[in-house]
């Protein structure tokens, strides 16, 4: 009898042991403070995003030739809107069927006349592979986020970040800039 219980204690105790060396290593975390990023605008200019610290940025990345531009007009009453606490940011991108075909001022020409932007756009990137923007990778890895990771699928794909510079969600391309998950974001 006292054979058996001995087996079962050591049968258990290399039991504990291997599932203690099966555990993962836990992920170091390269988390990057969010007002340490920096880009330029589409006019060229460096864009601190300390200068945002106490607001709330949505950020989009925009494309002029995609069914959802249209997107901007409301993009810009919500700028508009809640300015005082809310900075809406569009980064053209052409990673999604090429439907992003013009440059810098041209894009900004575009966006102003056909759907009276005027907020701040930085300058056309990329949301994937070697070449992703800073700003991207900040948004879509949790290692450096410290939220989540996500992909970005196609044009308009938008990022809440709160006034502490925390990211808080993600939203397809689908969801309307004021739809009410969004609205409740910006207005908490």
Known sequence: ?????????????????????????PIPTKMKNFYTLQAKSLEGEAVDFAEFK??????????????????????????????????????????FAGQEPREGPEIAAFCARNYGVSFLMLEKSTTK?????SVFKWLTEKQLNG???????????KYLVNENGELVDFYYTFTKPDNTKILKQIEK
């Open 54 to 95: 106490g607001k709330k940025i949505l950020f989009v990345n925009t494309a002029t030739e995609c069914g959802y531009t249209p997107q901007l007009k409301t993009l810009e009453a919500l700028q508009q809107q809640y300015g005082d606490k809310l900075v809406v940011i569009g980064i053209p991108t052409d990673d």
């Open 1 to 25: 009898m006292s054979y058996r219980i001995g087996l079962f204690i050591a049968l258990g105790l290399l039991l504990v042991w291997q599932l203690l060396i099966a555990l993962p290593a």
């Open 129 to 133: 592979g070697a070449d992703k923007n």
């Open 147 to 157: 939220k989540m990771s996500s992909r970005i699928w196609w044009n308009f794909q």
